[in-house]
Every structure is written in structure tokens, then in C-alpha cells.
């Protein structure tokens, strides 16, 4: 039999211990014929069989990235970007530019600003934003999407209720700042979403697809629908999913296990938020925040009605999920787990907590007890600047470097499986598996080996693909990536910026840097 494609000259990692380096790879159909040495791999070549030359540099599995807001990566991309500005005055030349472009009514969207980037060290207000833009309607998102600034125009089209929770007001003059976080944010967000035809959304799926491909993902966790996002996109992706270049594993953000089990899913929640961020300060913690007396975030959930939910939908079979960033977060969802598990013992359930950010060790240990899975986002050590930074600020240096334990997590025995929050964080594992070697805590680093394992044998576990994806063996998926250098010998700090030189998904090539 000869291969449809094969890949020689490589330095192949195939994260199975049977196969732990090889030098090419054979490829039929849509799954892994044969690894072995170049000369093994040449006998199986033909006259049909594409060959890749991987010129001595890294070839993993496909990676998988286990927590992508897909939907709204593809939407943020045509919105305005905003992750470079590094000032309120350098913000509002990019508003009065958008504004000049804009036809009368049209909307002015950006997105990704943090005010920790900003000289100024403190957020845009309405009053601002009215003086760039004082009549076409602006609406601009914070990194973390768990808050938003709007101007006195779309204040005024979206409407807000007043006695929502989440409106910031001046405390001199009892003004609304333009500010909205919580649910004010939410209620915002959904509206934002709604501007966006199912047209322009079929589209945005399409190119987020190519982004995937082109940082060497293979697989997607879809975390989508929910209160920061736009339910409609669920149908959207199902309608879509036989359609992509990538694998889709769709999580739905929603309590209704019902509208889950009618589409024919297996998995319930992703960012189902238990609490909010710490740069918006709705991180649910167990102390106040250090630069906000008294403020302990948001809770979005009261115990008795976590408590239902999921056990309804444990009972049901699915794989649950939730967001839970601070402390006191993790400990709800936790113990919510542990309580319901006691009661309904299920074996080999998978149920995961996204994020874990601000956490102690009893509570590593206990979700090692229970068998909940950690999906975390090893990028934010590379785009938060932690001690003296924003997390510094948020919690004090000594509470900061409980942020994302990694090796103390590895060492417990948890279960980790990696992803990047896209579009909140850019899609790349490399920048993931870059942020783990590189952790700001060096007693908490981990090798470049474990952090790929993140990516590619644990994410598979994590959404009960290990059996098919996640390793280069016979038989699994010819989900493939080679990079553009050896991972295991670039220096630590440049591993975020190898290139994907070539993405193969089911045996074929769907991105090539080249092309």
C-alpha cells in the first residue's frame, strides 16, 4: 500500500511512547499509516504521494485549543483592534479617524484596550468618547470582554436599564461614565451581537478558521452562546461545522439542558460564568480586591440554583464546564461538583473548570480527588504583566503568584488540558506552550515537552478524542503540524514566535506558510 502523502526529514514528536521520535510519517486517507525512519517512511511513496519535506524541524500532532469563542474571533476581526494602543490619547486619534470613515449612523466598534496599557493607567470615559465621535454611536469592548465604554450615542440606542447592575456612575455628579461591566455589560454585548447579520457571521466563522489553521490548530473547544455572547451563533456552527477546514467540538453556554440535548450535544457550559475577570474587578475572590476596598466581584450564581443545574445536567451525561477565575469562584463551582458527584457518583465524567486562575493548593487537590479536568490559558502569563502589573495591582504581589500554579498543578496529578480564550487572547499554542516555559514564577515553569502535552494528548482527554487525535500514531487522525524551527531548541524566549509552516487536517493540507 502506498501513502496519499507523506512528511520525511523531521523531527517528529508524536506524544506516544511508542512511537516518542521519528523522522517521517505516512499518510492515508484521512489517518496515519506508518512513522519510522526517513528510508521506512520513502519505501512507502508512489507516484500519486504528495511529499513534504519538513527540513529537520518540530512535527507535532495537530493542536487542539480548548477554549475559543470562535463565532465572536471571526466577528472581533472586523471590528477595530485596539490591543496596541498604549494611551487615551493615542484611543481617541483612532476614534476620531473611525468617525471621519464612518457614513451618518453607522456603528464604531473596537475591540481588546486594557487600561493597564494606557499611560494614563485608567479607563476611557463617555464624555471622551462623545468629544472623537459626538454624534455616530461607539461602542468599545475591554480585553477581557467583561466590560465595555460606550458613548452618549449608543448609551442612548442600547438603551440600557437603569437599575441593571453593572452601570458605573461618577460619584461626584451621579452621571452615568459610560462605563458598563456585569450585567450591564452583557445586556450591551447582546444587543452589540444582534447588528450582525447571519450573512456576515457565516463569513466570520470562515476566517477564523483560517486564523486557526494558520497558528497549527487542527481542533477547536467552541465555547458558544451565552450572556457575553450571541446564542444564535450554536445554529450558525452546526449548520457550518461539516463545512470547515477544522475539527469542532461545541460547547453551548447555556442552563437550558434541554436546548442541549435537542441539537444532539454531548457538552454544556465553557465560559458559563460562575464569576467575571480580575481586570474588571468581577473575579469572584475570598479577600477584597487590593485597589478596591470592600469589592469582591460577582458571583453570578446563588449555591441552590448552581446546585440544580448541575445536577440535571450531570445526570443527563454531559460533560459540564465552567469560567472561574478568583478564588472564591473556583471554590462555588468546586464544591458544587464534589456535593453533586457525591450524591450521582458517575465514572469518567470529564467536567472541567475553565480558566482557574487564583487558587490554592486544597483546591487543586480536591479537583484531582473528584476528577475535574483544569482547562487553562497559559498565554495570560505572556499578556498579563503580573508582579507589579495588573494582577499586582488587582491583588498584592503575594496573592498574584497563586496565579496559575502550573507545576504545582502537574505535580498534584491534575489533568490539564490548554487553550487560549481567543479572541480575549490571540489563538496560538506556541504562545500558550511559551507562557508555561516562561512562567513568571520559575518554580512553577514547566518543560516545553508537558506544556506541548497541553495541546495536544490532554486536550484530546479533555473532550474524549484521546482515542482518535492528540498523538501521531497508526490509525489516529493524519491531524498534522510541522513549524518553521525545532521546538526544543529555540531559546525559552523565542518559542511564541516559531512559525506554522504547515497545518494538515484528516490527511490534508489546509494551510501552508509558503502559499
Partial sequence: MKADLVVLQGSVITMDPSYPKVEGIAVKGEKILALGKNEEISNLIGPETKVLNAYGNTVLPGFIDCHVHFMQTGIDMQKVDLTNCKSLLQLKTIIDEQTDKASPGQWIMGTGYDEFSF?????????ELDESSPNKPVWLSRVDHHSCVVNSSAEKILNIPRDIEGIEKDPATGNTTGNLKGDANSYARQKINKLFDK???YNAAKKAAELMLSKGITTIHALEGGSLFYDDDVDILLDLKEELPIHVSLFYQTTDVKKVLDRGLKRIGGCLLIDGSLGSRTAALMESYTDAP????????????????????HRKGLQITFHAIGDRGIEQVLKTYEKVLKKYPRPDHRHRIEHFCLTAPSQIERCVKAGIILSVQPAWVNYESTLGGMWASRL?????????????????????????DSPITPAGPLSGIHGGVNHFQKDESLSRKIMTSFFTTN??????????????APGYLADIVILGADLFSVPDSGIADIPVATTIVQGGIKFSLNN
Fill in 294 to 313: 470592600g469589592g469582591k466581584g460577582i458571583l453570578y450564581f446563588d449555591d441552590k440554583e448552581l446546585e440544580e443545574f448541575v445536577t440535571e445536567a
Fill in 119 to 127: 499611560a494614563e493607567k485608567r479607563l476611557p470615559t463617555r464624555e
Fill in 459 to 472: 486536550a484530546a482527554y479533555a473532550g474524549f478524542e484521546e482515542k482518535i487525535k492528540g498523538r501521531l
Fill in 199 to 201: 450573512k456576515t457571521r
Fill in 396 to 420: 498584592g504581589n503575594d496573592r498574584a503568584k497563586r496565579i496559575s500554579p502550573l507545576s504545582s498543578m502537574v505535580l498534584s496529578g491534575a489533568v490539564i488540558c490548554g487553550g487560549s
